[in-house]
Structure formats: structure tokens, C-alpha cells
């Protein structure tokens, strides 16, 4: 992404921003590295792992929450935004990891959740003691609506007194009742993360020089989590309304962010990521477009929310390439000339990429660096999730008690209480559940996978004897590690990677996904055989594949990979 500028000789092009050759690594910091052996990663562990993320060559950590926490959502419920958590260490070891981040030629993103806070934050215990405390408007509180008016636990308009039929991300009734001011308050997630209320001016001056705070410590910008949630859409609150809806100040919320945080900091290379679920390709190219300043890039949700759909996250549907490559293709051309998009598959939200969409069996390292070609051979910002460039893969999990997200949890038992048949929801959980991305990254085939000297807090995944990272980096040219470090490389090195022209090839093939990138003289060609089956390519399909001589392949999964056919789950990047 580029501004136009103008000077004395007229208008001149600023080069592309520094992240457009960046690749992001997502820390989930309790299940990275324990230093201290009772079972929770923390920033000891980061610190010892830090020479892995090096070797790999990414540019970003970005650090899920590690901020003081009851860990009803771990960590997702801050009840101190300005100091470290115990659990994780502290301020001084924060400074440490920061300093040794930068000395690396890394920067640290930390992880702002400022559409909530925990119950137990100071400003909502205040807001909570009394209708007249000058904290309450920074919370959305509304009155009982007389019974059978409002919406009742099901959320059922006519049949209660909430005052919205909106359901929890979590389960249950997006409104609690705080019984000591007779007032429900509003939690999109939770009962213990109740909603800001952003439209609030001295709530917004209290984030931003939080903000501001982190960014003088030496914080290298923020991931906005569901920061779109921040703007309510007022006729989304009224009573009998059935969902959020995103409200059009959201626009004016992010330019007095940027003006109050980010923009009198033009001397710092700083990244601001807003994740956003629900937004479309015409929002992004709004939020993101230079000259509008308000964010660098969106984390969208569309393309990993294909195969439930309207129905539940917890679904199982069958998954269905021609849609993926639909809707990716469709963001890589909204965004093609305004705007710009984060580029993943995983993440602490999702289940295991390899387990998701490829094969965890026995094409696991094919499909593994397939899926991670694809991505990184599309424009936008890559985000590796902790594990998966060792080709981590799903818990398998058989029982309730082995899983801890209270998502998961919660959505079992009001299932099991509704009827539902136990083993069809473990099944889907096994499949479906935000723990399949929690469990502990498996350094080692020794005892609790390297990951801790102690009982790790959530099991970790049978299989770490054999897939783990000492062994993958051990693998030669089987080494999923080695394979991501290649393509982060590639970004680094080739323009064309980071910012060619997208164009997607035979888009109604059931199993093959092809694009090129191009920029200039020099043109990619990507084919990716997504299946367990050989595939026989068309020369029909690209100019390439009809000339007599082999085309340079410059990264794919299988050695020797050459001529018309396509091993099963093989990928090759093409210069023609």
C-alpha cells in the first residue's frame, strides 16, 4: 500500500508500507513455553524460545492477552490494563522480552481488548455501585423491560424482561442483571466481560492514554480485538432487537485513535490490525485505505466461517474449496487497489489448519505446507499461528473434562440440557473447539512436550512424540519449519510476492487451486493439488504449462515436482 504525495517537482509515490513485506507469529502465551514449571506458559518461556521465532524469519509477535486477568476467558477479561498478570510474570521481564524482541529486529504487538473488560476491572465495579457513580455511562446498562416485553433466557422477543433478544458469543443472554441497581448491563461475551460504552468521550480518553502508555514502553502497535464491536449500531439496542449491528461511528472512533495515539508517532514503524468479525470487502477498503487513517489492515472472518454458515460454529459441514478460493479471491480483488488484508487460517479461534483443511493423517506434511503456500503466495500480511509451522494438529479430545474455553464448555452443557446427544457434541467439539489451538506447543517427543517441566494446564496432543520441533527441523526437506522459513523469505525478498496483481485460475475446479501473481515482467504461477488423489493438469490452464521447457519452480513440497501431474496434497510455485 502506497500514499501519494506531492513536492516541489510534483506528485511523487511513498514506497509500499514496511508490513507489506512482513510476516506476523501469533503468540497464545499460556501455551507456548513455561519457564517456571507450573504448567502456564509466561513470558519467561517467550523469552527462551525467542532464537525459534528468529530462525524463522518473522518480522511481528503479536502477544494474546497478558494483561492482569481473573482468566474467565483467558485473559480476554482485563481487570488492569496496565500491568502483567502474575500468571505470565511481570512489567520488568515485559521490558526484557521488548528489548530482547527489538534486538532481534522483531517488534511486539500486543493484543487490545477494549470492547470489554472483566467484571472485576476497576471502572465497572465502580459503575456497578450506583446508578449516580460518575464510571456508570462508561458500561451499557438498561432498565428491565415489563415482563413479556423484553425477550426471556432463550431469547425470545415478548417472553421476558431482557431488554434485547441478543445471545452471548458464549451462550445464554447477551444481558445480566446486576441486582444491586436493578439495571442489566450488556456483555457480548461473557457475564464477567460486560461492554464498554464507547460512545462515552471520557471512556475513549481513558483507553487512549492506555494505549499511549504501551506504546511508550516500547510496543510496536496493537491487534484490535473485535474492535468493530466497539460501535453500536443505536437501533440495534432498542428494545425486541434481535442482534449487534455495526454502528457507522465506528469511522470516527478509529480516526480519533489514530489522531490521539498513532499519529504524532510518524518516527516509529508501528502496525495496527483491527480485527473485525462480520465486515465486508467494502468496509475493509474503508478502514484500511491510507488516507483515511484509521487502521493498516482488517482480520476478517468470512473466509474461515464458510463451512458452518448460518448455522452453528459448531457444525460440521463439508468443507468446499470452490467457495474458499470465492471468497478469498473476492478480498484479493476488493482490496487490490485501496486497502489491506491479514492472510490466515488459524488462530487461538480456530481449530488446527492442517486438521481443518488438509489432512492430519497421512499427508500431514503435504498438506500442511500446501495450506501454508496458498496463504503466503496471496497479497495481503501472513499470520503464522504458534504451531503451526511444525504442522501442529488437532487435541482429539474425547471427554468434557479435558476441555478448558468456556465457549466450548458452555455451548456442551446448554446442549446436553436441551436434549442433545453427548457423543455427536464431542465429536464436534473435537473437530470445532478453540482448544484444538490451546493446546501446548509440542517442542520436544519428552514429557508434557518440552512445554513445561510441570502439569501442563490443558493436555497436550498425543501425537507430540512424533510432531514436534525438534523433530520437523530435523526432517531435511520434510521440515514443515523449514518450508515456512522459505516462504517467509520469499515474501522478504521477491516484490512481486507482497505486492503483484491476484489472479485466480480455473475457479469452479473442485480440486485444484491455481492463481498467478504478477508485477511488472515477473509473473508466479501457483498450483496446489487440494486432495488426497493425483491431479492432472491442463495445459489449457496458463501459458506456462504448454511450453517445452520446464518452468523454475521456486518453492513446492515434493522434490523433483515437475511435468503435468500433481501428487496428492503437492504445491509448486512457478516463476513463468
Do not use: C
Not at 20 to 29: F, K
Request: proline letters at 5%; aromatic letters at 10%; charged letters at 25%.
Amino acid at each position: 500500500m502506497s500514499d501519494s504525495t506531492t513536492n516541489d517537482t510534483g506528485p511523487t509515490t511513498a514506497p509500499p508500507a514496511w508490513w507489506t513485506t512482513a510476516t506476523v507469529y501469533q503468540i497464545y502465551p499460556r501455551s507456548f513455553a513455561d519457564s517456571n514449571g507450573d504448567g502456564v506458559g509466561d513470558l519467561g518461556g517467550i523469552r527462551q524460545r525467542l532464537g525459534h521465532l528468529h530462525d524463522l524469519g518473522v518480522d511481528v509477535i503479536w502477544l494474546s492477552p497478558i494483561y492482569r486477568s481473573p482468566q474467565a476467558d483467558n485473559g480476554y477479561d482485563i481487570s488492569d490494563y496496565d500491568d502483567v498478570d502474575p500468571l505470565f510474570g511481570t512489567l520488568d521481564e515485559f521490558d526484557a522480552l521488548t528489548d530482547e524482541v527489538h534486538a532481534l529486529g522483531m517488534k511486539l504487538v500486543m493484543d487490545l481488548v477494549v470492547n470489554h473488560t472483566s467484571d472485576e476491572h476497576p471502572w465497572f465495579v465502580e459503575a456497578r455501585s450506583s446508578r449516580d457513580d460518575p464510571k456508570r455511562d462508561w458500561y451499557l446498562w438498561r432498565d428491565p423491560l415489563p415482563s413479556g416485553e423484553g425477550a426471556d433466557a432463550a431469547g425470545t422477543p415478548g417472553a421476558g424482561t431482557y431488554p434485547t433478544a441478543w445471545r452471548s458469543a458464549f451462550s445464554g443472554p447477551a444481558w445480566t442483571l446486576d441486582e444491586g441497581t436493578g439495571q442489566y448491563y450488556l456483555h457480548m461475551f461473557a457475564s464477567k466481560q460486560p461492554d464498554l460504552n464507547w460512545e462515552n468521550p471520557d471512556l475513549r480518553r481513558a483507553v487512549f492514554d492506555m494505549m499511549n502508555r504501551w506504546l511508550d514502553r516500547g510496543v510496536d502497535g496493537f491487534r484490535m480485538d473485535v474492535i468493530n464491536h466497539i460501535a453500536k449500531e443505536p437501533s440495534s439496542l432498542a428494545p425486541g432487537a434481535s442482534h449487534f449491528v455495526m454502528g457507522g461511528q465506528i469511522h470516527d472512533h478509529l480516526r480519533e485513535m489514530h489522531r490521539e495515539v498513532f499519529g504524532h508517532r510518524a518516527d516509529r514503524e508501528l502496525i495496527t490490525v483491527g480485527e473485525m468479525p462480520g465486515v465486508t470487502v467494502d468496509d475493509a477498503r474503508l478502514f484500511t485505505a491510507a488516507d483515511r487513517h484509521e487502521l493498516d489492515m482488517v482480520f476478517q472472518f468470512e473466509h474461515v466461517g464458510l463451512d458452518h454458515g448460518s448455522a452453528s460454529k459448531f457444525d460440521n459441514l463439508p468443507f468446499d474449496l470452490v467457495a474458499l478460493k470465492r471468497s478469498l479471491s473476492r478480498w484479493q480483488e476488493g482490496l487490490a487497489d485501496q486497502g489491506w488484508n491479514s492472510l490466515y487460517l488459524g488462530n487461538h479461534d480456530q481449530p488446527r489448519s492442517v486438521s481443518r483443511f488438509g489432512d492430519d493423517g497421512r499427508y500431514r506434511f503435504e498438506s500442511a505446507t500446501l495450506l501454508a503456500t496458498v496463504l503466503h503466495l496471496h497479497r495481503g500480511t501472513p499470520y503464522v499461528y504458534q504451531g503451526d509451522e511444525i504442522g501442529m494438529t488437532n487435541a482429539g479430545f474425547t471427554a468434557i473434562e479435558q476441555y478448558r474455553d468456556i465457549e466450548s464448555v458452555n455451548w456442551f452443557d446448554e446442549s446436553v440440557a436441551a436434549g442433545a446427544d453427548r457423543e455427536t457434541l464431542l465429536e464436534a467439539l473435537r473437530f470445532r473447539s478453540r482448544d484444538n489451538a490451546r493446546t501446548p506447543v509440542q517442542w520436544s517427543g519428552g514429557a508434557a512436550a518440552g512445554f513445561s517441566a510441570g502439569t501442563p494446564w490443558i493436555e497436550v496432543v498425543a501425537t507430540h512424540d512424533t510432531v514436534n520441533v525438534e523433530a520437523d527441523r530435523a526432517a531435511g526437506d520434510r521440515s514443515v519449519f523449514e518450508h515456512y522459513r522459505r516462504l517467509i523469505a520469499l515474501r522478504h525478498e521477491s516484490p512481486v510476492v507482497a505486492l503483484g496483481s491476484f489472479e485466480l485460475l480455473a475457479p469452479d475446479d473442485e480440486q485444484l487451486y491455481a492463481f498467478t501473481r504478477t508485477l511488472g515482467d515477473e509473473q508466479l504461477l501457483v498450483l496446489a493439488n487440494w486432495s488426497g488423489e493425483t491431479y492432472e493438469l491442463d495445459p489449457a490452464l496458463h501459458p506456462a504449462l504448454r511450453r517445452r521447457s520446464v518452468p523454475q519452480v521456486v518453492i513446492g513440497n515434493v522434490p523433483g515436482g515437475a511435468g503435468l501431474t500433481l501428487a496428492p496434497w503437492e504445491v509448486r510455485v512457478l516463476r513463468s
